[in-house]
Structure formats: C-alpha cells, structure tokens
C-alpha cells in the first residue's frame, strides 16, 4: 500500500505535534472574567427566552423552551467558543480545503490540503454529507439546521472574531456537520493504517479510561462514573463543554467540536462515558486486476468510475482545476494499486445516518431500559459504552456495528483479506443483543482502558467468555494500563469514596516498573559501569511514578526508549491469559538492559547535567504563554493517568493523553468534579484558552455547576437568543 491515500487512513490518534495548553490561573480559581452582561434579541412574545449562561470557565450553560431552540443555541455558543476550527474542519469535510487555502501543508505531520480533499471526495463524504441529511427524521432536519443557523447568527452579529481566511466557508448547512460527523467517526476513528507500524504504534500508545462502580463498592451507597477519554489536544478530537436543558433533557457532558450534541454525558439519573474498543469496522481488500476491472467469482467485474474536480487556490489568488479520478469496487474505494493488485477498504455503517437522534436519546434517558432502547439502535459504528445510574445499575457493553463474517479470526481480518470472492463480503453487522455486556456484575464494577471486552470485571464474567463469541469479534490480550485499572479496582479493601476515585484518577504510578525495575537494578549492581551503577541508585530510590517530582522517572523512560532504539524485547514472560494481572513481566536480555541504562543515563547527564532530573522538568505542558510541569505518561508502560508528548528541544511537551475527564456520583442531587485541561476556547485572544491548565499541572479538577442557583453564583455572562 504505498499511495498517499494509505498514508491518510491515519489513527484516531497519532501523536502529531502542535502547539497545545493553556493559560495560568492562580489557586486553582476561575480567573477574573467581565461583569456579567446580557445581550438580549428579539424573542416570540409569551414564550420563555432561550438563554445562554456562561460560567467562570467558558462553559454554556444553555436554556432553552424548546430542542430547537437549544440546537440553536448550541451552535451559537460553538461558534463563540471555536468558530474558527469548526470553519477549518466544516471546510475540510467539503472536501474543499485547497480552494479555500491553497494546497500546502497544514503543518507537523498533517496531509496537505489537497491530500485531504483528494481522501474526502474519494471517500464520498460531502455527498454522504448531504444523503445523511436528508435521512434524518423531519424533527432532527429541523434540529440540525438550527445547530447551523445558530453557527452562522453568531458569525453575522461577530464578524471580527473570526479569522478572516475561514471566512470563506460560512454560511454553514446541515449538510456540512453530517459530512463532518461521518468524517471524523467513520473515517478517523474507524480506519487506521495497516502498513505503517509506528503510525500504528502511537495509535495503541493513546485511548481512554472508564470505571463504573455500583452501590456494592461505593463508600456512599451510590453508583459512581468515572469518565476519562484521551484524544489529542487539538483539531477534531476536541472536546466541547456544554451544559443543555430543554423540554425532556437536562444534560451535561462534552461533544467533540462540531458536533451539535453532547456524547459523552450526565443528567439527573444517569450517566454514560466511552472508550475507543478494539473493535473492527472496516476492512482491507486485495484485488486482482483483469481486463479494467477485478476478479469476481471467477469472472471479472468492471470498476465504478467517478471523476471529480477539485479547484486548488494559489499563491497569486488564481485557482487551478485538478480533475481526479476515483475507482470503486464491490467492496468499496480503490485506494490503491500496485503491480496488477489493487486495495479496496470497506467502511461499516455508512448506511446508518441517525447518530445524532440515538445520542440525543442517550441524553433524555431516564433508566437503564431507555438507555439502553436508544443504545441498541446502533447508529454509533463503534465505542465501548460505560454506564451507572441513580438507581444502582452499572453496564458496560462492546458497542459497535461488527460486521457478520464468514470465516476467519480478529489477525485474519486485521489484515489484508482477499477479495475476489463473495464469501468474504460481508454486508450484515451483529446485533446489539450479540455484543459482549455485561450489567450490574458481583464484583461491583466495570472497568475499560481500551482492551478487548472479555477483562471488563474480575473475577472474570462467564457472560465475556471470549470462546462464545465469533473468533473475530475482538482480540484477546491486556496490556499494562488496564492491568492497572483493573488493580486499582479489585484490589481496594474498602468502599471507594468519590474522593478516592478522584485520587485514583490521577494515579501516575508506572506499571511496567514492577515489572522489570528490581532486576534491572540488580543486574545493573552487578555487572554495570559506575555509571549505569549510579543510575541504579536513581532507580532504587525513584516512587515508580510520573508525578512532576518524581526523580527517576525520566532515566527509566529513557531506558525504555534505549531498549526499543534497539530493537530489544523488554520482557521475558508474555502477556498470558491464565495470569492477565501479571504478565508479562522480567527482563528478557538482562545484559543488553544494563547497557541501555548506561546509554539513558549518558543522555540525561548531557540534556540536563542530572540523570536524577525531576519528571516534570523534562515533561512540560505549554499553550501560548504558559510553559508547567506535566505529569503521566503514555502506553506502554501502564500509567493509568495517560499523558502523550512529543519531542520539544531537548525535552518533551504534552499534546494529548487526559481531554475532558469527570467523577460522577448519583445520589440527590448528582454530585461532579471535572476537568477540560486545554481549555474550552480556542479563538485567539480567549481566556478560556488557557484557564485550566494549572489544574492539569496540579492534578485537580474543578466542580461542576449544573443547578441554576450554582451557575448565576458564577457567571461570566448572559446572553438571549432569539428564535430567527
């Protein structure tokens, strides 16, 4: 696969490097924001305003008569918040990128604008875009719409708080957030690359976390969730904030950008997060070319031809036409041809255009039944779902549209599978009902850190045995964070309090150390340089953790990369399924382990004249003018606190990892603490850029304001949105 098309099945979260991070506030407060206001538009006389309240932190909180109202409104304050990255990722999905901004790179490790509008249009996501639409029930038409009438109000009445190169792409239509939703779920999360291995690396180095743990293990009484996804800090898999409340919905949780309803989210009742599962909806097919087409059941099969123009803005403002042309198989877009071989990749759910009505559903659910109701319809291609609710119920479910396969186990379908015969085409998805769950175990708790369904609770649940489920249906295997995550669960003597699960949220310890790090001090006492000796001593007396302070951490993390440099298996047991806990664990070449310690140790002394240098001097957390200490760290060494970096001089600054987190308790009233580490603004000259960035620094998170009295006791602004 060596076209660039290969190259943009990118995972839903490569490492790439841009700029990211807040502002300093001071003790942990909401910094000092303008008096409260009220913009206030014309409204339908007799009927309630729908307002929007904006609290200390930037978040809406949105009041509205009626759900089109709230959609409305919803799209206003996107706008306020992040007009122009909705604009850039609107423009993007259009496939149009390169007319409106030429065709060079974005920066870092992006695709070109070209590139991209070459992948989306061959895709077919604008028009797919616009059939989506069109599917939607005439109430979500409407709700849709409003979402962008919203968008392009805000963008009329504030004109100068939106850059002036994206511009170019308002007004906004439904059909651009559905090409946009497609876009991102289908086309980011669902496909990843299958050539590049260390695309695919960092791609299994990021994830998500999510506990709910049941009355039976609650110090309270009362179920608690704990929601902890990991994306990186920018472009699409940004989060939104929002609070909505509206006839039948009050809920508060986070979108990502661009998205006109909350997914991941609380309400009075219940509550639900999601983690990104080892799930497979998409793959890879090898044709055989013959004769302009393809074999096909021992015949050959003529290819779909679609041409396409794309205009390319350049330097002088002119515009070139680039036509292209695009093949498509039974399977699905040619991607790629090679020495009379082609690839075709297939897409599950592209048929299944309701995501928006099943979430907002997932919103308005009172119990476990209407969750799960809406849950069930599986318009959402894929996403572990982890559920707790006031009445005591916890769930978790490998949710997804798994396509019904003939044949084959998870490492036949993971790669390229042949297809010159109909036996290997699927076009059914499983069933809701024949998905791995699991509800309201005896161990009290259900855990995911985007390992495969069958270690979502221990003792292990006779309902996830793997053996009764279709070979292909998800990997086996566990890997060092949700080993932790599950100890952290199982291994607690008493009831967890919220404040331990916030505790316990936070925990940096470093798994893999455990593992490994006695003998690697002991080997290193034993045969070492005096230098490695040294290092040694920095180990022995190292927490295992990757707090700021922690001395000790950074010449392990090196250690590791000096290991991997050289191409050095680290452990000598495997991971094994009669011992998930434990394994793999001891060093599996002690002797060329002591020589990479030598070899971190040199490095560090020379980056930082201390091989004992504090984690949080090397590891930074840095937007615009705030430049912390960081903490956490990445797969795979099992930090259950994930923070991702990438190389800054001689050091390394954050650029994903923890996004919006939050520990959920149901009792009466429904208790939150929660934390959008980057902020929830992104246009320049926001301070909402960067006010809680500190707060990421000193692993704390901040209360949730959802009851009218709290939010108008911490109010930035008012604003009256009018209907039209």
């Given amino acids: 696969m060596t076209t660039a098309y290969v190259g943009l099945l990118r995972p839903v979260l490569v490492l790439a ?32 305003p729908t307002e929007i309240l904006w609290d200390r932190w930037g978040i809406p909180h949105i009041y509205a008569p009626t759900a089109e109202g709230a959609f409305r ?11 122009d990255l909705v604009l850039r990722l609107y423009g ?27 992948f989306v249009r061959l895709m077919g996501i604008p028009a797919r875009g616009r059939e989506w639409h069109r599917k939607q029930s005439p109430a979500f038409q409407r709700y849709v ?14 004109p100068d708080e939106i850059g002036d190169s994206v511009k170019i792409v308002l007004p906004v239509t439904a059909a651009d957030v559905m090409a946009h939703i497609q ?21 299994r180095s990021a994830g998500s976390n999510a506990w709910a743990i049941a009355p039976s293990r ?15 800090w920018s472009g699409f898999y940004t989060f939104y904030e929002a609070h909505v409340s509206a006839p039948g919905i009050d809920a508060y949780g986070v979108s990502l950008i661009g998205f006109p309803a909350v997914s991941i989210a609380f309400n009075d009742r219940l509550g639900w997060t999601h983690t990104v599962n080892t799930h497979d909806g998409r793959d890879l097919y090898e044709l055989t070319l013959a004769d302009s087409g393809y074999k096909w059941d021992g015949g050959v099969r003529a290819f779909n031809v679609v041409s396409d123009t794309i205009k390319v803005k350049q330097p002088d403002g002119t515009m070139r036409t680039e036509r292209v042309s695009s093949k498509r198989s039974l399977h699905g877009p040619v991607i790629s041809e090679k020495s009379g071989k082609a690839i075709a990749v297939r897409v599950a759910a592209l048929d299944r255009a309701n995501v928006l009505e099943q979430t907002w559903d997932m919103m308005r659910a009172r119990n476990l039944a209407e969750y799960e109701r809406a849950l069930s319809r599986l318009q959402l291609p894929m996403f572990n779902a982890i559920y707790a609710d006031r009445d005591g119920h916890i769930l978790y479910v490998f949710n997804g549209t798994t396509p019904v396969r003939s044949r084959g186990d998870w490492p036949f379908w993971a790669g390229i599978v042949p297809g010159d015969t109909s036996s290997l085409l699927w076009t059914r998805q499983h069933s809701y009902a024949s998905l791995p769950r699991v509800v309201d175990p005896p161990s009290g708790w259900v855990q995911n850190a985007n390992d495969p369904p069958w270690y979502a609770t221990f003792p292990l649940s006779p309902k996830l045995d793997a053996d009764s489920f279709p070979a292909y249906m998800s990997p086996r295997g566990m890997a060092l964070r949700p080993q932790r995550s599950a100890e952290m669960l199982s291994e607690a003597t008493a009831k967890l309090s919220f404040d331990d699960v916030v505790r316990l949220k936070h925990d940096t310890h470093v798994e893999m150390a455990d593992r490994v790090l006695d003998e690697l001090v002991a080997m290193a006492r034993e045969s070492g340089s005096e230098r490695a000796k040294r290092a040694a001593s920095t180990l022995a007396a190292w927490d295992r953790k990757t707090d ?3 001395r000790g951490a950074p010449l392990f993390l090196e250690w590791a990369r000096e290991m991997n440099r050289g191409s050095v298996r680290i452990f000598a047991t495997p991971w094994n399924a009669a011992n998930p806990l434990t394994t793999p664990k001891g060093l599996a070449d002690a002797t060329r382990a002591v020589v990479a310690l030598d070899s971190a140790a040199a490095k560090l002394e020379r980056d930082f004249a201390s091989m004992d240098v504090p984690f949080g001097d090397v590891y930074r957390v840095k937007r615009d003018a705030i430049d912390l200490p960081s903490n956490g760290f990445s797969d795979p060494f099992g930090v259950f ?16 990892g923890d996004s919006w987190y939050a520990v959920v308790e149901f009792g009466t009233p429904v208790r939150a603490r929660a934390l959008l580490g980057y902020g929830n603004a992104s246009q320049k000259g926001s301070p909402h850029r960067t006010d809680q960035v500190e707060l990421f620094s000193r692993k704390e998170l901040r209360e949730v304001w959802r009851s009218r009295k709290e939010v108008e006791g911490n109010l930035e602004k008012r604003e009256v949105i009018r209907d039209r």
């Fill in 17 to 48: 490097v841009g700029a990211v991070f807040a502002q300093q506030t001071s003790a942990g407060q909401a910094p000092t924001k303008e008096p409260a206001g009220q913009a206030t538009r014309s409204q339908q006389p007799g009927r309630r």
């Fill in 73 to 83: 409104a919803f799209g206003w304050a996107q706008a306020h918040s992040h007009a």
């Fill in 92 to 118: 993007e999905a259009r496939g149009r990128s390169a007319e409106y901004w030429g065709e060079g790179k974005q920066g870092g490790d992006e695709p070109s604008n070209l590139e991209t509008d070459r």
């Fill in 145 to 158: 719409e409003a979402f962008a009438a919203g968008f392009n109000a805000y963008a009329r009445a504030h």
């Fill in 183 to 203: 876009r991102v779920i289908h086309f980011e999360f669902m496909l990843r690359p299958d050539a590049n291995e260390g695309v695919v690396n960092r791609w």
């Fill in 218 to 232: 609650s110090a309270s009484g009362n179920a608690m969730l704990l929601a902890n996804p990991h994306l990186l």
């Fill in 548 to 550: 700021a302070a922690s």
């Fill in 641 to 656: 606190r994930a923070t991702f970096y990438a190389p800054d001089g001689k050091g390394f600054r954050a650029v994903g």
